[in-house]
């Protein structure tokens, strides 16, 4: 098990950058494969990016493919989220999670979630 702690959020224009972390805790996390979803209100969670465990495969959503990027540090026990041309329908709960098996695109394929953190994009 890991705990899951976002931080990086906020208020951003519309084609803008933030960069969300996920920093973790437990002695294990360069075991778990890692993901970002997010949540808008009314809305699903939704997949964005994922992580395998040693940060050799990345996975994208299409929404998001050449705009974000995920990457890891396995020594800081922390994954990151690159967000660049940030757009309007970006707003949302973003929120990491773990997985000790393979990562996946469901959210039902994750253990371990964060508490989210909120980032708006205004146009």
């Known amino acids: 098990q890991v705990q899951l702690v976002e931080s990086g959020g906020g208020l951003v224009q519309a084609g803008g950058s933030l960069r969300l972390s996920c920093a973790a805790s437990?002695?294990?996390?360069?075991?778990?494969?890692m993901g970002w979803f997010r949540q808008a209100p009314g809305k699903e969670r939704q997949f964005v990016a994922a992580i395998t465990y040693s940060g050799g495969r990345t996975f994208y959503a299409d929404s998001v493919k050449g705009r974000f990027t995920i990457s890891r540090d396995n020594a800081k026990k922390t994954v990151y989220l690159q967000m660049n041309s940030l757009e309007p329908d970006d707003t949302a709960v973003y929120y990491c999670a773990a997985t000790p098996g393979a990562v996946a695109r469901s959210p039902n394929g994750y253990s371990d979630w964060g508490q989210g953190t909120q980032v708006t994009v205004s146009s």
């Open positions: 437990g002695r294990t996390f360069s075991s778990y494969g």
